[in-house]
């Protein structure tokens, strides 16, 4: 055979080879392609919530919630890992949620709570024994089951139950007179009868007398339920001592406890129709966190919080208090020296330290202190977000995250965080996720603030792009190191988004969150105008396409922005409130207006409530085309918030609509309704922010 021959058959052999790479390239490429996140792929996102770790430190067991968008509900189910991350796996599946996995402390069974058809309706309290078999009800309940905890010699449950609403199994009208098969009608409900100075919870509803929440003392073998104590006082957070004979809880039994929503701490014997004895001073200001004893029974660690009229700006503290009540509680020494609020501290196996996480400057840390003095500790170097921590035989697991990976379970291990479990891995390999970096910049008076900027989705450095101001609630919490669909939302639809921890929120001391007190509006527009200001300034903001929304008190501030600044093109403004004054009694904030503001009719109060209604009261300086929404039944901020300031707007002749989702509470919880959400926001901004004329493109400076 001749060379050209031979010639012409290796080049026809070698375009059928490259024909095949470049097919089976193109194929993969096109499988491995990210894009940026959709719609659809937020019901695709699973929540990861409450480890808890066997007590032989080999398992943690969790809970997984997903959407399911044919029913239109979120269900949840427990799943349980090793913890070496090995053999995770899904161990209930019924058609109703399981939530609140807790281990027997002898390992027999790992128990949770669900609402499945069982021998009593309402939430219970179900048993998987991990030798095998199915799961099995525990408890028949009549009140609302709200919490439980196992004994140490795993024989008893502390539950916490609520009473029983009279109401919830209205009887049907006996048939009319003369017979026949017309169906029963129900009865019509009782009047709401209040007299309750706090008389109004949001999702609770209507809070009435006479209905309480106690704990109670369960025997598993016997299924006996009775009453810790006797008392007529809400009860919650049980907690038992190490040897099992006495139980901790937080209850307020001032004459009114309505008028100062704080906690006292008490010790009981475990035996029904204990006495209870306090632990806490009048002084002492305890949360409703759960207590923490120590491994010699002889302390207790528990969370305490700030002076009633700074209830909205509250700081936790970490105190210790002997169980026997011999002394008063102390701060403890090293913590104090921090400023920053701290939460869920539990006691190192030899007693001698105790840790704990704090909310620092956008992360929340884990730290450790020796109770014999000395400097804080960090267990982990920020940026971190750290949640939910559990622990047992020395192995702790907790709820972690970033800015790019979903919240998911880490075992926390000798200054690393080593993650268990990969929910949403599938779903991550998909999208193309925009990063986050933080800023800094001064405010009009000089003070520091900070924030985080996302940028959109495949930014080119150096050109400008459509801004959105997104302010969070609170104003007592912060903006932070943890994934955040909201932000990666906008910025898959071409938006950079700055988000900014304005005074008044939490993580950057005391001083910097009160700075706001009686005083809203003030420094935070200040420090939300300096943050826009500093993003046009790197570059970054194209300042003709400048948006700004937020939720309760991020709307709050919403409409603050838009009273003030003409430069902002479109608003999302949801729950937020309008003329002040009016919401006094119809909220749940009743204590904040009273003892921050003033009642109404004290004429200093009265100025101030006319000072914080600013936006609504100078609705006529608003020209920024502004979408107004709310839940209906919001108990927390009343839609009528947005339906005042929507009519303010509509009056006068400003683009805007009103949006409002039915039988939702402050936070919207239907997986349409956020989806709707999300899509309403992009389309109002679309709209006005994106059709504004862009300012001519410049080199990133900073």
Do not use: C
Request: glycine content about 8%; cysteine-free.
């Amino acid at each position: 055979m001749s060379a050209k021959r031979l010639s012409n058959i290796s080049v026809k052999r070698l375009s059928h080879v490259l024909l095949l790479v470049l097919a089976f390239t193109t194929a993969y490429l096109a499988q491995t392609a990210r894009h940026p996140l959709r719609l659809d792929d937020v019901a695709r996102l699973r929540e990861v919530r409450d480890p808890q770790v066997s007590p032989e430190g080999q398992w943690v067991a969790y809970v997984v919630a997903t959407v399911d968008t044919k029913e239109d509900k979120t269900n949840s189910h427990i799943w349980m890992v090793g913890y070496d991350g090995q053999h995770d796996r899904q161990i209930t599946f019924s058609q109703d949620s399981e939530t609140s996995p807790r281990w027997s402390p002898d390992g027999k069974y790992l128990s949770f709570t669900s609402s499945r058809p069982g021998k009593a309706r309402g939430s219970q309290v179900w048993l998987l024994d991990r030798s095998g078999g199915e799961a099995m009800q525990l408890t028949e309940l009549k009140g609302r089951l709200q919490g439980y905890e196992w004994s140490p010699d795993s024989k008893r449950l502390a539950l916490v139950v609520g009473d029983p609403d009279p109401e919830a199994d209205a009887t049907p009208s006996p048939t009319p007179q003369g017979g026949g098969s017309a169906p029963a009608t129900p009865r019509a409900p009782k009047p709401i009868v209040i007299d309750r100075y706090h008389y109004k919870q949001d999702v609770q509803g209507y809070l009435l007398s006479g209905r309480h929440t106690y704990i109670y003392l369960y025997d598993i073998a016997t299924q006996k339920l009775e009453r810790l104590t006797t008392g007529k006082w809400d009860e919650s957070s049980p907690s038992w001592s190490p040897d099992g004979s006495r139980v901790a809880f937080m209850s307020n039994h001032s004459d009114d406890p309505d008028r100062d929503p704080i906690a006292q701490l008490f010790v009981a014997e475990a035996k029904p129709g204990a006495t209870e004895k306090l632990l806490t001073q009048p002084t002492d200001r305890a949360g409703r966190s759960r207590p923490e004893w120590s491994p010699d029974g002889k302390w207790i660690a528990f969370i305490e919080g700030d002076e009633r009229k700074y209830s909205a700006y509250n700081m936790e503290h970490l105190s210790l208090v002997p169980s026997d009540g011999g002394s008063a509680p102390a701060r403890v020494k090293g913590v104090e020296e921090l400023d920053r609020g701290v939460s869920s501290p539990y006691f190192g196996a030899d007693g001698k330290s105790i840790s704990f996480l704090v909310a620092d400057d956008r992360s929340v840390y884990p730290a450790r202190v020796s109770l014999s003095g000395g400097v804080v500790e960090r267990l982990l170097p920020p940026p971190v977000v750290v949640s939910s921590w559990a622990n047992a035989k020395g192995r702790v697991a907790a709820l972690s995250g970033s800015d790019t990976q979903p919240t998911e379970v880490y075992a926390l291990d000798d200054g690393s965080a080593r993650r268990l479990t990969h929910q949403n891995d599938p779903l991550m390999a998909e999208l193309e996720v925009a990063p986050t970096e933080e800023v800094s910049f001064k405010s009009k008076d000089g003070t520091e603030v900070h924030g985080l900027l996302t940028k959109p989705v495949g930014y080119v450095a150096g050109t400008r792009v459509p801004l959105l101001l997104r302010i969070h609630g609170g104003p007592n919490g912060q903006d932070q190191h943890s994934f955040s669909v909201e932000r990666q939302w906008f910025a898959a639809n071409g938006y950079a988004v700055l988000t900014v921890n304005y005074r008044g929120s939490a993580g950057r001391g005391q001083k910097y969150s009160r700075a706001i007190f009686a005083d809203w509006g003030h420094y935070e527009v200040e420090d939300l105008e300096a943050g826009v200001d500093h993003v046009i300034q790197m570059g970054v903001a194209d300042p003709e396409r400048l948006g700004v929304g937020g939720w309760s008190y991020g709307a709050i501030l919403t409409d603050y922005m838009i009273a003030t600044d003409p430069r902002f093109k479109a608003a999302t403004s949801g729950a937020g409130t309008a003329f002040t004054v009016a919401f006094y009694g119809t909220d749940q904030y009743i204590t904040q207006y009273d003892y921050e503001i003033g009642p109404p009719w004290n004429p200093k109060a009265w100025e101030t409530y006319q000072k914080i209604s600013y936006p609504f009261l100078h609705a006529d300086r608003i020209k920024t085309p502004t979408l107004f929404l709310g839940g209906e039944r919001d108990f927390n901020v009343p839609v009528q918030g947005s339906q005042q300031m929507y009519q303010a707007l509509r009056s006068l002749g400003v683009d805007t609509q009103l949006v409002i989702y039915p039988n939702e509470f402050h936070g919207i919880q239907r997986p349409s309704y956020i989806r709707d959400r999300y899509e309403r926001y992009v389309a109002w901004y679309d709209k006005y922010v994106k059709k504004a004329t862009p300012a001519a493109t410049t080199t990133a400076t900073r």
